[in-house]
């Protein structure tokens, strides 16, 4: 079975400073990774993927995350926050056609 | 790129009422559908996927006869809360698989209140 962990329920850093989230996942075969991010009473909006390739993937608004392999894992970065980015994040993975499985999300709240 | 509008965003409803909440593909075909719901602060549990001109498969736990799921076109499903109760209550998100956006755009959710 497919699941993703998510182990910080919150994050909170300040305006400016580096944010990392953190994702470890855990599937049979090859994982396609993601990561979204919800406002409130919102749908999920797509930051940004992983299927094959670099490691290092570079999404939207100045977000990016590493593939790391032999950690199962897939943390969230970006080098300086803003207040904007506060928000709830999940990762989620799949594998081939199955239906996405999400973590329990994070909530990110970065303060001024 | 690909869109997905839901629909309504919001509703209220009284116990013992049914709700029909819509999903639109609105600039691509989707063959399959997810159907999400979300429990305030937790993460999206799947409850099924919808293939058009077929039946919808559930996720265990998640009562069909309650949750009735219609995917009539290529670019629509529907979910009924049937006989809905206040348990019910929640935030339904659906999502669609499109290329461009990871494989899976997702509407923009519908929160339900049954009162």
């Known amino acids: 079975a497919q699941s993703v962990a998510q182990p910080e329920d919150q994050v909170n850093v300040a305006e400016g400073n580096p944010l990392t989230v953190k994702c470890t996942y855990s599937?049979?075969?090859?994982?396609?990774l993601f990561w979204y991010v919800q406002y409130p009473n919102r749908g999920l909006q797509f930051l940004l993927k992983?299927?094959?390739?670099?490691?290092l993937v570079k999404g939207s608004y100045g977000f990016e995350a590493e593939f790391n392999k032999s950690q199962t894992s897939f943390h969230l970065k970006k080098p300086s926050a803003l207040v904007s980015d506060s928000a709830l994040y999940f990762c989620?993975?799949?594998?081939?056609?199955?239906?996405?499985?999400f973590g329990k999300g994070t909530r990110l709240s970065v303060i001024a | 790129g690909a869109v997905v509008s839901q629909h309504p965003s919001w509703v209220i409803c009284k116990s013992g009422t049914s709700v029909k909440i819509e999903c639109r593909s609105l600039d691509f075909q989707a063959t399959t559908m997810f159907w999400y719901r979300q429990f305030p602060k937790q993460s999206l549990m799947l409850m099924a996927t919808?293939?058009?001109?077929?039946?919808?498969?559930?996720e265990q736990g998640v009562e069909k006869d309650k949750f009735l799921i219609n995917h009539a076109s290529l670019t629509l499903s529907t979910l009924t809360v049937t006989s809905a109760h206040p348990e019910d209550s929640s935030f339904y998100i659906c999502?669609?698989?499109?290329?461009?956006?990871?494989?899976?755009?997702f509407g923009s959710g519908t929160r339900l209140t049954v009162v």
């Open positions: 989620a993975v799949r594998t081939g056609n199955t239906p996405l499985v």
């Open positions: 919808s293939n058009e001109g077929s039946k919808a498969t559930y």
């Open positions: 999502s669609a698989r499109a290329e461009g956006s990871g494989g899976y755009t």
């Open positions: 599937v049979s075969g090859n994982p396609y």
């Open positions: 992983y299927i094959t390739g670099d490691n």
